[in-house]
């Protein structure tokens, strides 16, 4: 799932729905042993590929991307795998057999400037968190030459 933000996001976010699963897929061998590492470098890629290919769409615009990955381990058990940058997130969902109501389980943990860890995070790496001067609005992070409400 790709959610374009800004006034170019849908470019940015068709560009990144056709990439990554390429990306991904090319490094299928890797994914069962490193997840982390495999999911990250295909982002870092196609994040690469975007300020080659689409330049002119990233300067003020961008996309959330969250993906699912399910792969049987060496004994037979189906793993799920997820990676996300931005402020999208998965949700798993059960039903037990003969009830009605579904439980929710969150997956991943938005990248967001308000969370605590983040903002070390960002801080620590030379950035700035602005926070809503009356909290009824997400931080920010200040990016020149403007500023935004995720933090990956």
Same mark, same amino acid.
């Not at 470019?11 to 729905?17: A, D, I, L, T």
């Given at each position: 799932?790709?959610?374009?933000?800004?006034?170019?996001?849908?470019?940015?976010?068709?560009?990144?729905?056709?990439?990554?699963?390429?990306?991904?897929?090319? /490094?299928?061998?890797?994914?069962? =042993?490193?997840?982390?590492?495999?999911? #990250?470098?295909?982002?870092? *890629? +196609?994040?690469? @590929?975007?300020?080659?290919?689409?330049?002119?769409?990233?300067?003020?615009?961008?996309?959330?991307?969250?993906?699912?990955?399910?792969?049987?381990?060496?004994?037979?058990?189906?793993?799920? /795998?997820?990676?996300?940058?931005? =402020?999208?997130?998965?949700?798993?969902? #059960?039903?037990?057999?003969? *009830? +009605?109501?579904? @439980?929710?389980?969150?997956?991943?943990?938005?990248?967001?400037?308000?969370?605590?860890?983040?903002?070390?995070?960002?801080?620590?790496?030379?950035?700035?968190?602005?926070?809503?001067?009356?909290?009824?609005?997400?931080?920010?992070?200040?990016?020149?030459?403007?500023?935004?409400?995720?933090?990956?």
């Amino acid at each position: 799932v790709a959610d374009g933000h800004g006034i170019d996001g849908h470019h940015v976010s068709h560009f990144v729905q056709e990439r990554l699963p390429k990306s991904l897929l090319s /490094r299928r061998k890797d994914i069962a =042993d490193d997840w982390r590492g495999a999911s #990250s470098s295909a982002f870092l *890629e +196609v994040m690469e @590929q975007m300020q080659v290919d689409i330049p002119k769409q990233c300067v003020e615009s961008g996309t959330t991307a969250s993906v699912v990955w399910m792969v049987t381990d060496v004994k037979g058990l189906m793993r799920v /795998r997820t990676a996300h940058v931005g =402020d999208s997130c998965i949700v798993y969902g #059960s039903k037990r057999k003969g *009830e +009605v109501n579904w @439980q929710a389980e969150l997956l991943t943990d938005v990248h967001k400037p308000d969370r605590k860890d983040e903002a070390a995070r960002i801080e620590k790496m030379g950035g700035t968190v602005i926070p809503s001067p009356d909290g009824s609005q997400p931080a920010r992070l200040a990016v020149p030459p403007g500023d935004m409400a995720m933090s990956r």
